[in-house]
């Protein structure tokens, strides 16, 4: 057997590279694309390339901007003298947005109406809204990395990511941020069979993107500084005989690089945290004993540093797992880590990877790390396990990433396979090398009460803990931490918060003199029940003020109805209420009464078993806004074949006379298979973006959907849409026939929630529910409640119908008209949720809770407990369930 430094040399011989990335860097335009941009803006009159932002006129930049006019799907060109000519900053970019919404930013921190500065003068500028431009011919496994800002630095805005309409996740950033922000995502590598993919970029409002890098594979190493940290006085460590360090130092894809070896039994070579902050990647040695005296300082720099760990055993001294060592010298790769750039090998022929295990040592046994629920590395993707232990995983992917990868130094008999892997662990902490920045600035929201005021803290930096005083001093991590709204009474009191994330630098401090404001009093609210319903009337105990209430717990009269009678509920809640501001008297709205509503005589379900939503990834299709399932469009197609034929009159005369009509079956289906589908025999049926606002007081925002009541408040995001119908020539219409039904059938009783829209600014739509025990007649489905629709364009109405019957049944939502917007289907039963206790009256448990699930009266999974009322779930460690009621004032 022999150990691996014995075969270093044919690692030399066979390494090649292979990638194949592409970066688009707009902090930079050419001379020549800037030249080119002012001869088209002035050669052309405009009608391609201009500097006057709007068609009205308004917003000239005198060339610090140029916005593309034409609304078509390209690659960006300009036309001067004559001659098209490529912008070569975006080449290979095909942009389909409407016109002037795509501009490049060549020197505007700061744009003529005054929003600003950001991060940098020169960007690719994207306004409206869901415009979009495509990267051709990307492999599957790639990383997108892209510097996203939003246009306006107070609302996060920015940009997602699709392949055939499949949303691709972020894994690094925010898809809306507000400043400048460092954004990745990473194409599924099983997301097309090898093949190589278009990628959709769709941004949801005005931003900058700075720069674009696709990397297909890590670039190959060139001009990086790496540290090398062992200890010569472990393990008998000899240099000539160190595989970990002849595969770095000696790699033929590692060019120009600076090769540090730290020997840190020397203390002139123990740098400290910054100064390890100033390398590419630094490596941790097997050779690196886990009690070193400079494991500390080792802890300190992970999430600031590209670390890659060849040594579990430091977990222990790190207080971050328990390492393990199993029967085994293979390790268990998972099953979406298998087309992982860190296992691919320069060798196509080769294959290191077999039903699942990788080839770590040729033989002995592998140490992996048993990593606690709640440390520093317990959400981190894992990539490979040994015995049930975590054996190599990712902390911040993407950003300064921390690599375990547990070869040690123990066992020198390493697979082959180690050259490859660590060859493309360094390339890809190498590209995940960025500049340390600081935490976004925290944000207060102040919630008044009666001279006393909480104050809610947060930070646009995912993950962040804030820190906060009230002496005038400004804040650090022993400081209070932030737990939750702080409250205030103490006239004068300034609080300053400052925000500290894993990977960046502390925040600049936030300031906030905090108001005392007198409060309008609360309004009273009392029940009366009757069977089957309650009867609530709010009384006003403060004159002159409006009353509001709603369902969800907040302050806020846009997300809230004016009461002006007594209210009928007829399903359990939590109803809320408060009187607003009376400027007169100098006071602000009131604080918050809340009362619990039970109904008698009427079982309670809040157990969801199935939800149909119209949410992108399921029925967008691949497009941004709008996808027509019909030919047609919107409008659909016809349903009936007319047959017919031409007759002489006696007045001679010619007339079509109608000999038949008959049904031409063209069925549309839409996602069979996913719980839920959409199904039409002509009426146009499409999917529609949308952005729901609670903002109830606002009828006239164009495309801005809300509740029409209180009531009515929660509904999804984008719908499912019916359309029209044609007319057929000579006879009466076509039907109505677009349905949404599930391809599951529930067990009855249970309740049918709708969420559903009105589209029409003239009409009121019509539809249905109905139930069945089969789906394959058409005649087979029973009627069970129509569904009820505001009269008013945009407004969105809840319904809930019951199905008492005790078969099981599918469930169907059928058109009687056009316009119906179906936002939510809800089926809900009583099971375990539903079967709440008061504090008081649950039962006893024994034994150690070993999970808590919460969740709010509608059934909604939550992650800590709501204002109003919560189902706590307690489940302990000999099976028992202990299922109870709490209310959060």
């Given at each position: 057997m022999r150990k691996l430094f014995m075969l270093t040399a044919f690692f030399a011989l066979t390494m090649s590279a292979n990638a194949e990335n592409r970066k688009w860097d707009f902090t930079n335009w050419s001379s020549a694309t800037l030249q080119n941009l002012a001869a088209d803006a002035q050669t052309n009159g405009g009608t391609r390339w201009t500097t006057i932002e709007k068609a009205s006129g308004d917003g000239e930049t005198n060339g610090n901007c140029y916005w593309y006019v034409p609304e078509e799907e390209t690659e960006l060109a300009t036309v001067a003298n004559g001659q098209t000519t490529t912008i070569t900053e975006t080449q290979g970019l095909v942009f389909n947005c409407s016109g002037r919404s795509l501009a490049l930013a060549v020197n505007y921190q700061t744009t003529w109406d005054g929003l600003g500065p950001y991060s940098g003068p020169s960007y690719l500028w994207m306004g409206g809204k869901n415009n979009k431009f495509t990267i051709k011919g990307v492999k599957p496994g790639a990383n997108i990395t892209m510097d996203v800002e939003s246009h306006r630095l107070t609302d996060g805005r920015g940009v997602s990511l699709s392949v055939n309409g499949t949303a691709i996740e972020i894994i690094e950033g925010s898809e809306k941020p507000k400043e400048r922000t460092t954004c990745v995502w990473q194409i599924p590598a099983d997301i097309s069979n090898g093949e190589l993919v278009d990628v959709t970029v769709t941004n949801s409002n005005g931003c900058h993107i700075?720069?674009?890098?696709?990397?297909?594979?890590?670039?190959?190493?060139?001009?990086?500084?790496?540290?090398?940290?062992?200890?010569?006085?472990?393990?008998?460590?000899?240099?000539?005989?160190?595989?970990?360090?002849?595969?770095?130092?000696?790699?033929?894809?590692?060019?120009?690089?600076?090769?540090?070896?730290?020997?840190?039994?020397?203390?002139?070579?123990?740098?400290?945290?910054?100064?390890?902050?100033?390398?590419?990647?630094?490596?941790?040695?097997?050779?690196?004993?886990?009690?070193?005296?400079?494991?500390?300082?080792?802890?300190?720099?992970?999430?600031?540093?590209?670390?890659?760990?060849?040594?579990?055993?430091?977990?222990?001294?790190?207080?971050?797992?328990?390492?393990?060592?199993?029967?085994?010298?293979?390790?268990?790769?998972?099953?979406?880590?298998?087309?992982?750039?860190?296992?691919?090998?320069?060798?196509?022929?080769?294959?290191?990877?077999?039903?699942?295990?990788?080839?770590?040592?040729?033989?002995?046994?592998?140490?992996?790390?048993?990593?606690?629920?709640?440390?520093?590395?317990?959400?981190?993707?894992?990539?490979?396990?040994?015995?049930?232990?975590?054996?190599?995983?990712?902390?911040?992917?993407?950003?300064?990433?921390?690599?375990?990868?547990?070869?040690?130094?123990?066992?020198?008999?390493?697979?082959?396979?180690?050259?490859?892997?660590?060859?493309?662990?360094?390339?890809?902490?190498?590209?995940?090398?960025?500049?340390?920045?600081?935490?976004?600035?925290?944000?207060?929201?102040?919630?008044?009460?009666?001279?006393?005021?909480?104050?809610?803290?947060?930070?646009?930096?995912?993950?962040?803990?804030?820190?906060?005083?009230?002496?005038?001093?400004?804040?650090?991590?022993?400081?209070?931490?932030?737990?939750?709204?702080?409250?205030?009474s103490e006239p004068g009191t300034t609080i300053?918060?400052?925000?500290?994330?894993?990977?960046?630098?502390?925040?600049?401090?936030?300031?906030?003199?905090?108001?005392?404001?007198?409060?309008?009093?609360?309004?009273?609210?009392?029940?009366?029940?009757?069977?089957?319903?309650?009867?609530?009337?709010?009384?006003?105990?403060?004159?002159?003020?409006?009353?509001?209430?709603?369902?969800?717990?907040?302050?806020?009269?846009?997300?809230?109805?004016?009461?002006?009678?007594?209210?009928?509920?007829?399903h359990p809640t939590t109803i809320y209420a408060f009187a607003g501001e009376v400027l007169e008297a100098e006071k602000v709205a009131s604080e918050l009464a809340s009362k619990d509503i039970t109904i008698t005589g009427k079982e309670v379900r809040l157990d969801v078993v199935s939800h149909f939503d119209a949410n992108a990834a399921d029925w967008s299709l691949g497009e941004s806004k709008t996808k027509y399932y019909t030919e047609g469009e919107k409008n659909g197609y016809n349903y009936y074949e007319v047959v017919s034929h031409v007759e002489e009159l006696p007045d001679g005369r010619d007339t079509t006379i109608i000999d038949s009509k008959e049904p031409l079956w063209n069925l549309t289906v839409v996602n069979p298979g996913k719980g839920w589908e959409a199904k039409t025999y002509g009426q146009g049926m499409l999917w529609e973006r949308i952005t729901i606002s609670d903002d109830i007081s606002d009828a006239n925002t164009d495309k801005r959907y809300r509740g029409e009541t209180a009531f009515d408040q929660g509904a999804s995001d984008n719908s499912v849409t019916f359309g029209n119908i044609r007319k057929s020539d000579g006879v009466e219409n076509d039907p109505y026939s677009c349905h949404i039904q599930s391809t599951e059938a529930f067990q009855g009783p249970f309740d049918i929630v709708t969420y559903v829209g009105n589209a029409s600014s003239s009409n009121q739509p019509k539809a249905a529910l109905f139930i069945s025990t089969d789906t394959l007649s058409e005649d087979n489905w029973?009627?069970?409640?129509?569904?009820?629709?505001?009269?008013?364009?945009?407004?969105?109405?809840?319904?809930?119908?019951?199905?008492?019957?005790?078969?099981?049944?599918?469930?169907?939502?059928?058109?009687?008209?056009?316009?119906?917007?179906?936002?939510?289907?809800?089926?809900?039963?009583?099971?375990?949720?539903?079967?709440?206790?008061?504090?008081?009256?649950?039962?006893?448990?024994?034994?150690?809770?070993?999970?808590?699930?919460?969740?709010?009266?509608?059934?909604?999974?939550?992650?800590?407990?709501?204002?109003?009322?919560?189902?706590?779930?307690?489940?302990?460690?000999?099976?028992?369930?202990?299922?109870?009621?709490?209310?959060?004032?």
């Open positions: 700075y720069y674009i890098d696709l990397q297909e594979d890590a670039p190959a190493v060139n001009g990086a500084k790496i540290a090398y940290v062992f200890n010569s006085g472990y393990n008998n460590y000899d240099a000539s005989n160190d595989a970990f360090r002849d595969i770095i130092e000696n790699n033929s894809e590692f060019t120009n690089i600076t090769f540090d070896a730290l020997d840190v039994s020397q203390e002139a070579n123990r740098k400290t945290p910054d100064e390890l902050k100033a390398y590419d990647v630094v490596v941790v040695s097997g050779y690196m004993p886990a009690d070193d005296q400079y494991a500390p300082t080792l802890r300190e720099a992970i999430a600031y540093v590209p670390m890659l760990n060849l040594n579990p055993q430091l977990y222990a001294t790190w207080g971050y797992g328990t390492p393990k060592t199993a029967d085994s010298p293979s390790l268990d790769v998972a099953e979406e880590a298998l087309d992982d750039a860190l296992f691919k090998p320069s060798n196509e022929s080769d294959n290191y990877i077999t039903d699942g295990k990788l080839a770590f040592f040729e033989e002995g046994s592998a140490t992996g790390v048993e990593i606690p629920e709640g440390s520093y590395f317990a959400n981190d993707r894992v990539l490979a396990t040994v015995g049930g232990a975590t054996a190599i995983h990712e902390h911040n992917a993407g950003r300064n990433t921390y690599m375990l990868i547990p070869y040690g130094a123990d066992n020198q008999f390493y697979a082959v396979s180690i050259v490859d892997i660590l060859t493309n662990a360094i390339k890809e902490l190498n590209y995940s090398k960025k500049e340390i920045t600081k935490a976004a600035t925290p944000k207060f929201t102040e919630d008044y009460k009666q001279m006393n005021t909480d104050v809610t803290i947060a930070s646009d930096t995912e993950g962040a803990k804030i820190y906060y005083t009230t002496d005038g001093t400004t804040p650090t991590d022993a400081s209070t931490p932030y737990t939750g709204p702080v409250n205030i300053t918060a400052v925000a500290y994330a894993d990977g960046y630098d502390p925040s600049e401090p936030a300031t906030l003199n905090v108001a005392l404001h007198e409060t309008s009093a609360m309004p009273t609210i009392t029940t009366a029940e009757e069977d089957g319903k309650a009867i609530v009337t709010l009384t006003n105990n403060e004159p002159n003020a409006t009353l509001y209430y709603n369902f969800t717990g907040v302050k806020d009269a846009k997300a809230s109805s004016v009461y002006t009678s007594p209210i009928t509920i007829t029973t009627f069970v409640d129509s569904v009820y629709f505001s009269k008013t364009q945009r407004y969105i109405k809840k319904n809930i119908a019951s199905y008492e019957g005790t078969d099981k049944v599918f469930v169907k939502l059928q058109a009687a008209f056009s316009s119906v917007m179906v936002f939510d289907i809800y089926i809900m039963n009583h099971g375990e949720l539903s079967g709440i206790k008061d504090v008081d009256e649950a039962e006893e448990a024994t034994g150690e809770v070993v999970r808590t699930l919460i969740y709010s009266i509608n059934g909604t999974r939550l992650n800590a407990p709501a204002k109003g009322i919560n189902i706590i779930r307690e489940v302990y460690d000999n099976g028992s369930v202990k299922t109870r009621k709490v209310v959060v004032r």
